[in-house]
């Protein structure tokens, strides 16, 4: 069983606005942190969001600051991440990640990801 699951990439204009989605499990949703990272072709994976259990703690990678907003609904057990004024150096292929907070934060041991879903921003 997949753990997590994301939906809502694909092929945007510079510019434009993209809504990614991650359902999990209920089991996870109620004990975890949940995240969104992103590998760029060639690039190292980084963290772009994280937000609290409780929704009440978030951080954004600097380069998507203002831009993206994080946001979860546990009783839906699922994870968003609204993508706005999108540039090329946002295509990357986009994983869902649930851990504790300071794991999701140090990005390596995350227990739970999902398969990735695939975002390309055209020029």
């Known amino acids: 069983q997949v753990p997590l699951v994301e939906s809502g990439g694909g092929l945007v204009q510079a510019g434009g606005s993209l809504s990614l989605s991650c359902a999990g499990s209920g089991r996870i949703f109620s004990s975890y942190a949940m995240g969104w990272f992103r590998q760029a072709t060639g690039k190292e994976r980084e963290l772009v969001a994280a937000?609290?259990?409780?929704?009440?703690?978030?951080n954004y990678h600097d380069s998507v600051k203002g831009r993206f907003t994080i946001s979860r609904d546990n009783a839906k057990s699922t994870v968003y991440l609204q993508m706005n004024s999108l540039k090329s150096e946002d295509t990357a292929v986009y994983y869902c990640a649930a851990d504790y907070y300071p794991v999701l934060m140090g990005g390596s041991g995350v227990r739970y990801w999902g398969q990735g879903t695939q975002v390309t921003v055209s020029s």
């Open positions: 937000i609290s259990w409780t929704g009440g703690t978030t």
